[in-house]
């Protein structure tokens, strides 16, 4: 059973950084997709950012471009979502996943693994 821990979250004003990190069990990420995903109260859980451990290759909400950056450390089975510029439409809670497959998704259904989430809010 795959395990990710999330962290990294907290309480911040508009326009300040955050980092988060999610920390996964496997000894290697390579040949899986990883993502973010956030759920805004009252919302449903909606697709944020994604990678393709092995290569690289990222995609993103639109509205996060330029404001969010998605990597990741091999060498620490880690991935990482440094956002800037936070808005309070940025507050949410934030979730990690991960899916044994070469394709990045933004259907949260597509995602077989997920961290416990970490909550983020944007005071204005």
């Known amino acids: 059973q795959v395990q990710l821990v999330e962290s990294g979250g907290g309480l911040v004003q508009t326009g300040d950084s955050l980092r988060l990190s999610c920390a996964g069990s496997e000894r290697t990420f390579i040949g899986w997709t990883m993502a973010w995903f956030r759920q805004a109260p009252g919302k449903e859980r909606e697709f944020v950012a994604a990678?393709?451990?092995?290569?690289?290759?990222?995609y993103y909400k639109e509205s996060v471009v330029g404001r969010f950056t998605i990597s990741r450390d091999d060498a620490k089975n880690t991935m990482f979502l440094q956002m800037n510029n936070l808005k309070p439409e940025d507050t949410a809670v934030y979730y990690c996943?991960?899916?044994?497959?070469?394709?990045?998704?933004?259907?949260?259904?597509?995602?077989?693994?997920w961290g416990q989430g970490t909550q983020v809010t944007v005071s204005s």
């Open positions: 990678i393709i451990w092995a290569g690289g290759q990222t």
């Open positions: 996943a991960a899916r044994p497959r070469v394709r990045i998704e933004r259907d949260q259904a597509e995602y077989y693994y």
